[in-house]
């Protein structure tokens, strides 16, 4: 046993080679959702502990056993570590009056926090891109936030498949959730201990369950299908025909029912069998009482969040890996001269927009030689005091057969860059 100081458990580090991959990701996710018009907001890590209560639903798991939830000292205010990010966003956007012209198309990415079991795919501090679309209404921005969910798909190189459902809207709920009490509470015997504790709290969730002996009796319950009336069913045709036009395959799932309350009418999740358990990569769906519910205008609105750390492991599944960047060059140096040219080559270098590391802490050239292989550069940029005096630099390939050559700065920058 050892006594140095660990992360806390379930909170993971990104280590230089993994931040790679994340910085190539981050950066494929900011250039889709800029071609579909959606614009990034940043909201706080930290919020009233109310906002989440009231936003994702006292009888949720998250609310009741997965929030960091801590009393300020210095003010005796309740705050919460964010488990998510729809309820900041619809916060910021009322604080704001963001949709004082319309609707806006909204995304964040961030660490999110909820005190789970950590296994393979699930961790107390993990990380979503959330992308929302508030103040529209209509089955056709349901479609959007799905078919660009397929293109970004599409840019990562995976598969996940689409399942769908609706909801209905809250009075169809109402109903359904009384016939499902009535047919649990009739079979009170075949009920685990989370069904027994969501009897009266929270029926539809039992229907969410992942134990195997509730399956028969969750098959066989009410239907929320059943109960839908005629406008939401509209909209869910319309979503479906939409995503048929586009070729974006799906199944009705009448069993996703999402484990936040604020969802209304379309729900939806990406699976994949490929990552175990936690198969579930990107999970949304429309949500349109949550802004009123919150204090604003009443506002219709959808989106969704993915996981940022389960697509990544979805991604080293298949045969799409993410970049890793590597310098254009490595510059060693020995003498004293050399030295202070080497500070001006390393300078010119990154003003012409090449990455460059200057070797630090002296050494043989042989010894700082080994130093610019092990840095996976392209170029080993080779200077003496030789060279110092004619101004000149020493370009040695590190990466392929080629010649090595000598040269003035100016050339050996375009052919650096070349
Ligand atoms: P699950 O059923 O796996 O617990 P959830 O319904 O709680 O998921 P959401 O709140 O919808 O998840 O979050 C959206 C996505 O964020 C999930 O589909 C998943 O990819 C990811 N996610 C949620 N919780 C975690 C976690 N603890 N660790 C890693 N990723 C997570
Ligand atoms: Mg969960």
């Known amino acids: 046993m050892s006594n140095n100081i660990q992360s806390v458990r379930g909170m993971n580090d990104c280590l230089p080679e993994m931040s790679d991959t994340w910085q190539a990701f981050e950066s494929i996710v900011r250039d889709w959702l800029r071609r579909y018009g959606y614009r990034e907001m940043r909201t706080p890590i930290l919020e009233q502990t109310h906002l989440f209560k009231r936003a994702i639903g006292e009888v949720t798991d998250i609310v009741e056993k997965e929030m960091y939830t801590f009393v300020d000292e210095l003010n005796g205010e309740s705050l919460t570590l964010r488990p998510e990010g729809t309820a900041s966003a619809v916060r910021a956007v009322i604080q704001h009056n963001l949709l004082y012209d319309g609707g806006k198309r909204l995304w964040y990415a961030g660490p999110m926090f909820r005190h789970e079991r950590p296994q393979k795919g699930r961790y107390r501090q993990f990380h979503q891109v959330g992308v929302e679309a508030l103040g529209f209404a209509g089955p056709d921005t349901d479609a959007e936030l799905i078919v660009m969910c397929a293109d970004l798909w599409k840019r990562l190189g995976i598969a996940p498949s689409l399942q769908i459902n609706t909801l209905g809207d809250p009075e169809s709920r109402q109903r359904h959730r009384a016939k499902l009490i009535a ?8 009920l685990d201990e989370d069904a027994k504790r969501r009897l009266h709290s929270n029926p539809l969730r039992i229907l969410d369950s992942k134990n195997p002996a509730m399956q028969a009796l969750n098959d066989a319950a009410p239907r929320l299908m059943d109960e839908i009336d005629a406008d939401a069913l509209a909209h869910f045709d319309a979503l479906q025909a939409i995503l048929r036009d586009n070729g974006i395959a799906f199944e009705i799932n009448p069993r996703l029912v999402r484990g936040l309350d604020y969802y209304n009418r379309t729900v939806f ?5 490929q990552l175990g358990a936690q198969g579930t990569v990107c999970a949304g769906g429309r949500y349109d009482g949550l802004i009123e519910q919150l204090g604003g205008k009443p506002a219709p609105a959808a989106g969704f969040a993915m996981g940022i750390e389960r697509l990544l492991a979805l991604m080293e599944t298949g045969s799409v890996a993410l970049a890793t960047p590597v310098p254009d060059a490595y510059i060693v140096h020995a003498g004293d001269a050399a ?14 927009g090449l990455d460059t590391v200057l070797h630090c802490g002296g050494g043989s050239f042989k010894s700082q030689m080994k130093k610019a292989d092990a840095s996976r550069a392209r170029y080993a940029l080779i200077i ?31 052919y650096l860059k070349r």
Do not use: C, M, N, S
Request: net charge negative; hydrophobic share 45%.
């Open 183 to 190: 047919y649990f509470e009739a079979h009170q015997d075949a």
């Open 384 to 414: 003496g005091d030789d060279e110092a005096a004619a101004q000149q630099v020493t370009l040695k390939p590190l990466r392929d057969g080629a010649e090595q050559i000598r040269a003035e700065l100016a050339r050996a920058i375009d």
């Open 339 to 352: 030295q202070r040219y080497a500070w001006q080559v390393a300078a010119a270098l990154r003003g012409a």
């Open 269 to 273: 999740e990406w699976v994949t069998d």
